[in-house]
T-cell receptor, first 114, second 112 residues
Framework: DSGVTQTPKHLITATGQRVTLRCSPR?????VYWYQQSLDQGLQFLIQ???????AKGNILERFSAQQFPDLHSELNLSSLELGDSALYFC?????????????FGPGTRLTVL | GQNIDQPTEMTATEGAIVQINCTYQ??????LFWYQQHAGEAPTFLSY????GLEEKGRFSSFLSRSKGYSYLLLKELQMKDSASYLC?????????????FGTGTRLLVSP
């Protein structure tokens, strides 16, 4: 158990809908990262937050947005969902923006768009 | 930009040694990580290299050559439970903040 929690574990929805994925980092970790993992692609970095502020952006679509709240939990919002958005979404946390060497991954949310 | 290459699949026998290679190109290199990922599960941290040389951790070792943009993960005394994907990731500080860029992973199948 990495100490990072994600809810829900599974999500099934229809095209055009909007969903929210939630992540709670390890106790004391200030940085939260979101990744997308599709079958035909590796782990793709989406976005990083550090202590409530956006710090780095990867291949995140405009239909996707995220935020980190004062209690350090984070939410990833996916809107106007398409079939191709079906993937595993992982959240990871680490000790600081340049600090801890490793990122600890949550169990992931499997999103299926029908 | 970043580019990370590793073999797609490898097979090995229980008890053997296997070496998984990773080559990378990145503008702001600040460390290389290896993660293990079983199907449908979260990646788990295996090793971290930021200086040239070999880091040993039990049955797993990782090597880095920054001048060659090259790393390998060495797994000894293979066990069936080592069947998994192994992800090479480079930390890139090009944007000023750490960002991990992952390779597509090497799927290792260990047979009896």
């Amino acid at each position: 158990d990495s100490g990072v929690t994600q809810t829900p574990k599974h999500l099934i929805t229809a095209t055009g809908q909007r969903v929210t994925l939630r992540c709670s980092p390890r106790s004391g970790d200030l940085s939260v990262y979101w990744y997308q993992q599709s079958l035909d692609q590796g782990l793709q970095f989406l976005i990083q937050y550090y202590n409530g502020e956006e710090r780095a952006k990867g291949n995140i679509l405009e239909r996707f947005s995220a935020q980190q709240f004062p209690d350090l939990h984070s939410e990833l919002n996916l809107s106007s969902l398409e079939l191709g958005d079906s993937a595993l979404y992982f959240c990871a946390s680490s000790g600081g923006s340049r600090g801890s060497n490793e990122q600890f991954f949550g169990p992931g949310t499997r999103l299926t768009v029908l | 930009g970043q580019n990370i290459d590793q073999p797609t699949e490898m097979t090995a026998t229980e008890g053997a040694i296997v070496q998984i290679n990773c080559t990378y190109q990145t503008s702001g290199f600040n460390g290389l990580f290896w993660y293990q990922q079983h199907a449908g599960e979260a990646p788990t941290f295996l090793s971290y290299n930021v200086l040239d040389g070999l880091e040993e951790k039990g049955r797993f070792s990782s090597f880095l050559s920054r001048s060659k943009g090259y790393s390998y993960l060495l797994l000894k005394e293979l066990q069936m439970k080592d069947s998994a994907s192994y992800l090479c990731a480079v930390r890139d500080l090009g944007t000023g903040f750490q960002k991990l860029v992952f390779g597509t992973g090497t799927r290792l199948l260990v047979s009896p």
